[in-house]
């Protein structure tokens, strides 16, 4: 199974930038073939996916964060990135990166706290 370690997260002011990261180990090489994901959550609330992307790169957005996050996959690195701008209070939350695989991995999370 794939071992995810998220980092990146922090507090910023709204209307600010943050990048995560998302490396993966183990897994014999699964990285490379399996679609990532970043999901968040928030206290009170569900999980929730907010990108997405293949192997192939083609990628998948909430709408609330179209045009403001962007992810990335460096396979190279087995790592996955979502760069996140135009900062809001709302996007505070716990984010999660996560395979689509079989077994599903998920990352211990990195928290994003976001000021207004």
């Known amino acids: 199974q794939v071992r995810l370690v998220e980092s990146g997260g922090g507090l910023v002011q709204a209307g600010g930038s943050l990048r995560l990261s998302c490396t993966a180990s183990?897994?014999?090489?699964?990285?490379?073939?399996?679609?990532m994901g970043w999901y968040r959550q928030a206290p009170g609330n569900q999980r929730e996916m907010v990108a997405e992307i293949t192997s192939g790169g083609s990628t998948n957005y909430a709408d609330s964060v179209k045009g403001r996050f962007t992810i990335s996959r460096d396979n190279a690195k087995n790592t996955v990135y979502l760069q996140m701008n135009s900062l809001k209070p709302e996007d505070t939350a716990v984010y999660y990166c996560?395979?689509?695989?079989?077994?599903?991995?998920w990352g211990q999370g990195t928290q994003v706290t976001v000021s207004s």
């Open positions: 996560t395979t689509y695989s079989v077994p599903r991995s």
């Open positions: 183990g897994g014999g090489g699964i990285f490379s073939r399996s679609a």
